[in-house]
């Protein structure tokens, strides 16, 4: 299927120049002079080459359609994450830089998506927001307003996040996984 350059967003997977890609960063810029453009980092998922492209609004891209399979996360084996399919209960070890920055918020029987590319696993989904609990977060600031001010805080699986003044250690949070933000507190 293919997509305007300005559509391409981050997990996309894309076929570009004979090799399958995957989406890290995307920045939509309007320069004073010319056109609109997508500044787009990718990661090749064969190989692991990093590039970075332009794509002008007027640019079309094949997207590719993944098959796309249900895994649970069972544990962490040195630099190997080990995933079951939740069909078949076949286990598969996977390397941890197939989800990157991501695998900090993988938790003991969470459910993925894994996309396979000619059955081959390429490509693991998290859900894209996970409960966490606040251990460390600084105090507030007296005399910051309270609508634009964010402070540190660190969650349980050591990744800092900014939040609210109002959040405080021990409390539970829902975080987005792949923009590392804050989103609401848990219930």
Not at 97 to 116: C, K, N, Y
């Amino acid at each position: 299927m293919k997509i305007s350059g300005v559509d391409i967003r981050p997990g996309n997977i894309l076929e570009y120049e004979g090799g399958i890609w995957k989406v890290a960063k995307t920045q939509h810029t309007q320069p004073g002079k010319g056109g609109a453009y997508m500044q787009v980092e990718m990661k090749n998922l064969i190989d692991g080459r990093k590039t970075n492209v332009r794509f002008r609004s007027a640019d079309t891209v094949e997207k590719v359609h993944l098959e796309t399979k249900d895994f649970q996360y069972l544990y962490a084996d040195g630099d190997s994450l080990v995933f079951m399919d939740t069909d078949t209960f076949d286990q598969i070890n996977l390397d941890s830089d197939l989800i990157g920055d991501a695998a900090a918020f993988l938790q003991d029987g969470m459910t993925v998506m894994l996309e396979m590319y000619e059955e081959r696993p390429i490509s693991v989904q998290l859900p894209e927001q996970v409960e966490a609990e606040i251990v460390e977060a600084d105090a507030v600031v007296k005399g910051q307003t309270a609508s634009s001010s964010y402070k540190p805080a660190i969650l349980d699986n050591g990744v800092r996040v900014m939040v609210p003044p109002h959040i405080e250690s021990g409390t539970r949070i829902i975080v987005d996984v792949y923009d590392r933000t804050y989103v609401s507190k848990a219930n």
